[in-house]
Nanobody, 121 residues
Framework: QVQLVESGGGLVQAGGSLRLSCAASGSIFSINTMGWYRQTPGKQRELVAIIASSGSTNYADSMKGRVTISRDSAKNTVYLQMNSLKPEDTGVYYC???????WGTGLSTYWGQGTQVTVSS
């Protein structure tokens, strides 16, 4: 099994910055993509950013220019640098990984427990 543990959430004023981290541990053979999703009040979970093992990235239009996703493959860790935060960015941010726990197994999707981000106006 792959476990994902997020950290770095908290309370920040509008215009401020936060850096989220997510470390994968447990039985890991390979990790394909890692990413961040969020669930804001009254909305479904949505993509924030994703990064492939190749390093290619994809961002939600609403976050482009304000967030940067990066990855340390040696540490099985993904980061999300968020700048110019807005009150509407408030929500729970979830780490996601598409990974194979053992050689010969297919890729499965794993989720972290989520970390709260609150942006005050």
């Amino acid at each position: 099994q792959v476990q994902l543990v997020e950290s770095g959430g908290g309370l920040v004023q509008a215009g401020g910055s936060l850096r989220l981290s997510c470390a994968a541990s447990g039985s890991i053979f390979s990790i394909n993509t890692m990413g961040w999703y969020r669930q804001t009040p009254g909305k479904q979970r949505e993509l924030v950013a994703i990064i492939a093992s190749s390093g290619s990235t994809n961002y939600a239009d609403s976050m482009k220019g304000r967030v940067t996703i990066s990855r340390d493959s040696a540490k099985n860790t993904v980061y999300l640098q968020m700048n110019s935060l807005k009150p509407e960015d408030t929500g729970v941010y979830y780490c996601n990984a598409l990974a194979a726990p053992r050689w010969g197994t297919g890729l499965s999707t794993y989720w972290g427990q989520g970390t709260q981000v609150t942006v005050s106006s």
